[in-house]
C-alpha cells in the first residue's frame, strides 16, 4: 500500500500547476496512513494483549482445575471419614441396642414400681394393679426367657445359591443344609466343625426325600425333619420325615387360600416351621388378603393343630421369623437390603408386648436373610444371607413374673 501512495506522490509532484492541490492531498493521505499505521500497531498490541491474557486466562484456568482436583480428591477423603464415623457410630449403636434390656413382660412390674418412685396418692390404683399382677402370674407358661440381644455374629461358610436355609439338629448336633427354595435333597454334616471344613457340599451325606420341600421354612429336631410340601393346584401340606429310617412318618394338611406365602421380602417362603421340646410352630399367612402373620401351634408327634392365632405382625416387609419360649420375633428388612431387625414380637402368652420390646438390630452387614432358625438348645440363630451360613449367638433374659 506504501508503494502504491509513494508513486500517486512521486507522479503528483510532475504536475507543478497542480502542486498545492496534490501536497495537501498528500498531507491528508499521509496523515490517513499514520492514523491507519497507529491503528494498526493499536490493533497489533491489543491481539498481542489479548493472546497474552489467553494464555494468562488458559494457565489460571489449568490452576484452577488442579485445585478443584485437589479439592475433589479432599472432599472424597473427607466423605471417606466421614464413613468410617458412620461406621463407628453403627458399631456403637449396636453396642447400645446390646446393652438395652427389653422391657418386655415387665409392664406391669415397671408400672408398680414407678407408682412408689413417684409417690402416687391413688392407693386405689395400686390396690387394681395388684389384681392385675396375680392375674398375669396365673398365666405364666413354663418358659422363662426372652431375648434381650445379640451378643456375636460368627460367619461359617458361603455355599449354595444366594437364598436357602441351613440349621442344626439340637438333640444330634449334625447340621443340615437346604440350598435354593425348593428341591427334593438336602445335605447332612456330622458336625458343624465336618460343615465348616469341608470343601462346598462334599463330604456330606445327601439325603433324597420322597417329596420336594417348597421354601426355606424347614425344621429339623431331634432326628426328624418338618418340612412343607406344595405340590401345583394342591393344598399346604406338613411333613415329617424320620431322618434315621428315611421314611415319611406323618403328613398333615394345613389349607390356605390361594398361594399366599407368609413373608413378603422372601415369597418363596411358603410357610416357616418351627420345632422344640414344646412343640411345632408354624407361621403362615392364612390368605393373600391377609396382612398378618398367623401362628399355629401343633403337635410335634402327631402334627394335630392345636391353637391358632393372629400375631398382628405384618407380612410387609418381613424377611423372616422365629419362635422362642412361645414367643414369635418376627424380622424385617427393605427391598433395598439394609439392617434386619426384630420389630415385631408377639407372645402367646400375653407377656411380650409389641410396643414395648425393644428394636433389635442384627450386626451391620446390609444383608437380606433368607432364613433365620432359632436351636433352642444353644441358644442361636442359623441364618442364610446371600449365600453365607451365619450363627448368631442370642443373650436371653428371664421373664421376670416366672
Ligand atoms: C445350589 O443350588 C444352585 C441352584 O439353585 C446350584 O447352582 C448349586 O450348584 C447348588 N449348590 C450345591 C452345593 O448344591
Known amino acids: 500500500m506504501k508503494l502504491l501512495f509513494a508513486l500517486l506522490i512521486s507522479t503528483a509532484r510532475t504536475f507543478t500547476g497542480a502542486q498545492y492541490y496534490y501536497q495537501g492531498l498528500m498531507d491528508y493521505l499521509e496523515n490517513r496512513l499514520l492514523a491507519i499505521e497507529d491503528r494498526m500497531q493499536l490493533w497489533h498490541e491489543q491481539s498481542h494483549r489479548y493472546h497474552t491474557e489467553m494464555k494468562d486466562f488458559k494457565k489460571l484456568t489449568a490452576e484452577a482445575m488442579d485445585g478443584l482436583k485437589n479439592h475433589h480428591s479432599m472432599l472424597f477423603k473427607d466423605l471417606e471419614g466421614a464413613a468410617a464415623r458412620v461406621d463407628r457410630v453403627e458399631q456403637e449403636m449396636d453396642y447400645v441396642e446390646t446393652q438395652m434390656s427389653p422391657r418386655a413382660c415387665t409392664n406391669r412390674a415397671d408400672k408398680v414400681v414407678e407408682q412408689d418412685a413417684w409417690e402416687l396418692e391413688e392407693s386405689r390404683g395400686e390396690e387394681e394393679e395388684e389384681e392385675e399382677w396375680e392375674e398375669l402370674q396365673s398365666r405364666v407358661s413354663d418358659c422363662v426367657e426372652i431375648i434381650s440381644g445379640i451378643r456375636s455374629v460368627k460367619i461359617m461358610k458361603r455355599v449354595g445359591s444366594p437364598k436357602g436355609m441351613w440349621t442344626r ?70 411333613v415329617k420325615y424320620d431322618l434315621l429310617s428315611g ?23 411358603v410357610a416357616d416351621l418351627a420345632a422344640d421340646d414344646g412343640g411345632l410352630w408354624l407361621l403362615y399367612a392364612p390368605s393373600d388378603s391377609e396382612p398378618t402373620i398367623s401362628l399355629a401351634k401343633m403337635d410335634a408327634a402327631t402334627l394335630d393343630i392345636e391353637q391358632i392365632w393372629d400375631t398382628r405382625c405384618p407380612r410387609e416387609n418381613a424377611e423372616a421369623a422365629f419362635v422362642v419360649c412361645g414367643t414369635v420375633y418376627v424380622v424385617y428388612n427393605t427391598r433395598l437390603a439394609s439392617r434386619s431387625r ?9 407377656m411380650v408386648l409389641s410396643e414395648e420390646a425393644p428394636l433389635i438390630y442384627f450386626p451391620r452387614r446390609y444383608g437380606a436373610h433368607a432364613s433365620l432358625k432359632y436351636n433352642p438348645e444353644e441358644k442361636q440363630l442359623y ?15 428371664r421373664k421376670l413374673l416366672a
Not at 441364618?383 to 433374659?397: E, N, P, S, V
Open 383 to 397: 441364618g442364610w444371607d446371600d449365600g453365607y451360613q451365619i450363627i448368631y449367638r442370642l443373650t436371653m433374659k
Open 342 to 350: 426384630v420389630q415385631c414380637v408377639f407372645d402367646v402368652n400375653d
Open 169 to 238: 439338629d439340637p438333640r444330634s448336633s449334625k447340621v443340615y443344609i437346604f440350598n435354593g427354595t425348593s428341591g427334593n435333597t438336602i445335605y447332612q454334616f456330622k458336625s458343624l466343625l465336618d460343615f465348616s471344613r469341608s470343601l462346598g457340599v462334599t463330604g456330606s451325606r445327601s439325603i433324597r426325600l420322597p417329596s420336594e420341600w417348597s421354601g426355606p421354612g424347614s425344621a429339623v429336631y431331634n432326628g426328624y425333619l418338618y418340612y412343607i410340601k406344595q405340590e401345583a393346584e394342591a393344598d399346604m401340606q406338613v
Open 247 to 269: 421314611s415319611v412318618t406323618e403328613t398333615a394338611m394345613f389349607p390356605v387360600e390361594g398361594r399366599a406365602t407368609v413373608y413378603n421380602l422372601n415369597p418363596e417362603t
